[in-house]
């Protein structure tokens, strides 16, 4: 699952990986979901695979998955910044 995100291929739709990825929900996904977060991809104008990714992560709910999440509060994009500390304070 997390090798079809890796290529970048047109041809494989990452939002459909991630809802994948969020029925299985696997600590496993989290470094995976980490790459998703930092990547750019220009045609994601609205960051939805970074908001889909930081709301997987938090459902994983590992410390791992969480040290993806405060990572995200110092992210160059405002509104990703922004979840990720609505998610880290709602944590604690």
């Known amino acids: 699952m ?3 995100l890796d290529l970048r291929n047109a041809h494989v739709q990452p939002g459909d990986v991630l809802l ?3 029925r ?3 600590a496993e996904s989290v ?6 977060l930092k990547w750019h991809p220009e045609w994601d104008e609205f960051h ?4 889909k990714a930081l709301a997987l992560l938090a459902r994983i709910d590992t410390d791992a998955a969480w040290q993806v999440i405060e990572s995200a509060a110092e992210d ?3 509104r990703v910044r922004e979840i990720a500390n ?3 304070d709602g944590r604690r």
């Open 2 to 4: 997390s090798f079809a």
């Open 20 to 22: 994948t990825l969020g």
């Open 24 to 26: 299985i929900q696997s």
């Open 31 to 36: 470094p995976v979901l980490e790459r998703v």
């Open 48 to 51: 939805d695979l970074a908001f």
């Open 76 to 78: 160059d994009r405002g």
């Open 86 to 88: 609505s998610l880290l």
